[in-house]
C-alpha cells in the first residue's frame, strides 16, 4: 500500500531524515520506533504531507504521490491521528467526527454504526464538546474522526502517550480489528514497546534520521528490536 524510497526532511537547514525507505502492506501494522528525537513524528509528517518532504518518492496503492499538501493527501486516503490527538475542543463530539465528511462524497456524510461499534463512548458523549472529554476519549475521538474519511493508509502518532491503561487496551483491540479487515495499512509510531511489539507485522526502527533496522517480528527477535529503540 505505502512505499518510501529515499525520503528526506528537512527544518530549515537542518536535515532530520536521510534516505527513508520503507513499505507498509495491506492488512498489516507497521511500528515506527526509536529513542526520542530520532525523526519518528518528522517521517509521519511527512507521509501525510503536513510537513513537506525535501526529496526522495512516496508511492500509495501504486501511485507516485507528489510533494502534496495534507488536505489533498487525505482525500487519496491517507489518514493521520497526530500526537496530541488535535481534537476541536469547542466542537461537539459529533462536529468532530463530521470534520471528516469533507473528504468524502455527499452520499457518505453519515457517522456510520462501525465507529461507535469501536469506540461505544462516543455514542454515549455525542453531544459534549470535545474539550471536556478525557485524555483517553479525545485519543478514542481523533482515531474515530480519522476513521471517518474511510482511509488506505492510517498514521498513528504514539496512541497511548498519556492515557490510561484501560483505554490503551481499548485502542490495541481496535487496531486489531481494523487490521483484521485487511482493508487499510496501519503506520504506528509508538514508545510503549510491549504495546507496539505485541500489535506490529513488521518493525521499522529509526536512529538519527535513518532506518538502523527494519524486518518483521518472524525475522527479528524480540531483545534486537529492544536494544535498537534503547537510550
Given at each position: 500500500?505505502?512505499?518510501l524510497?529515499?525520503?528526506?526532511?528537512?527544518?530549515?537547514?537542518?536535515?532530520i531524515?536521510?534516505g527513508?525507505?520503507m513499505?507498509?502492506?495491506m492488512?498489516?501494522?507497521?511500528?515506527?520506533m526509536g529513542?526520542n528525537?530520532?525523526?519518528?513524528?518528522?517521517l509521519?509528517?511527512?507521509?501525510?504531507?503536513?510537513h513537506?518532504r525535501?526529496?526522495?518518492s512516496?508511492?500509495?496503492?501504486?501511485e507516485?504521490?507528489?510533494?502534496l499538501?495534507?488536505?489533498?493527501?487525505?482525500?487519496?486516503g491517507i489518514?493521520?491521528?497526530?500526537?496530541?490527538?488535535?481534537i476541536?475542543?469547542l466542537?461537539?463530539?459529533?462536529?468532530?467526527?463530521?470534520?471528516g465528511?469533507?473528504?468524502?462524497?455527499?452520499?457518505?456524510?453519515h457517522?456510520?454504526?462501525e465507529i461507535?461499534?469501536?469506540?461505544?463512548?462516543l455514542?454515549?458523549?455525542?453531544?459534549?464538546?470535545?474539550?471536556?472529554?478525557?485524555?483517553g476519549?479525545?485519543?478514542?475521538?481523533?482515531?474515530?474522526?480519522a476513521?471517518?474519511?474511510?482511509?488506505?493508509?492510517l498514521l498513528?502518532?504514539?496512541?497511548?502517550?498519556?492515557?490510561q491503561?484501560?483505554?490503551i487496551?481499548?485502542?490495541?483491540?481496535?487496531?486489531?480489528?481494523l487490521?483484521?479487515?485487511?482493508?487499510?495499512?496501519i503506520?504506528?509510531?509508538?514508545?510503549?514497546f510491549e504495546?507496539?511489539?505485541?500489535?506490529?507485522?513488521?518493525?521499522?526502527?529509526?536512529?538519527?534520521?535513518?532506518?538502523m533496522?527494519s524486518?518483521?517480528?518472524?525475522?527479528?527477535?524480540k531483545?534486537?528490536?529492544?536494544?535498537?529503540?534503547?537510550?
Amino acid at each position: 500500500m505505502l512505499k518510501l524510497q529515499d525520503l528526506t526532511l528537512h527544518y530549515g537547514h537542518s536535515q532530520i531524515l536521510n534516505g527513508i525507505s520503507m513499505e507498509a502492506a495491506m492488512g498489516e501494522v507497521t511500528c515506527v520506533m526509536g529513542t526520542n528525537g530520532v525523526g519518528k513524528t518528522s517521517l509521519i509528517k511527512a507521509i501525510s504531507g503536513t510537513h513537506p518532504r525535501s526529496g526522495g518518492s512516496v508511492e500509495l496503492a501504486g501511485e507516485v504521490l507528489g510533494i502534496l499538501p495534507a488536505h489533498k493527501l487525505a482525500h487519496k486516503g491517507i489518514a493521520y491521528v497526530p500526537q496530541g490527538r488535535e481534537i476541536f475542543p469547542l466542537l461537539t463530539v459529533r462536529e468532530n467526527l463530521e470534520t471528516g465528511f469533507v473528504c468524502l462524497p455527499p452520499a457518505d456524510h453519515h457517522v456510520p454504526d462501525e465507529i461507535f461499534e469501536l469506540f461505544p463512548v462516543l455514542k454515549e458523549m455525542q453531544n459534549r464538546r470535545g474539550g471536556d472529554l478525557s485524555g483517553g476519549q479525545q485519543q478514542q475521538l481523533a482515531i474515530a474522526r480519522a476513521l471517518i474519511t474511510k482511509p488506505r493508509l492510517l498514521l498513528l502518532d504514539e496512541p497511548t502517550e498519556g492515557i490510561q491503561p484501560n483505554i490503551i487496551q481499548q485502542i490495541g483491540d481496535v487496531i486489531r480489528l481494523l487490521r483484521a479487515k485487511g482493508d487499510m495499512a496501519i503506520v504506528l509510531v509508538e514508545q510503549y514497546f510491549e504495546f507496539a511489539y505485541d500489535l506490529a507485522d513488521q518493525f521499522i526502527v529509526l536512529r538519527r534520521g535513518e532506518v538502523m533496522m527494519s524486518g518483521t517480528k518472524g525475522t527479528l527477535a524480540k531483545e534486537d528490536v529492544l536494544k535498537g529503540v534503547s537510550v
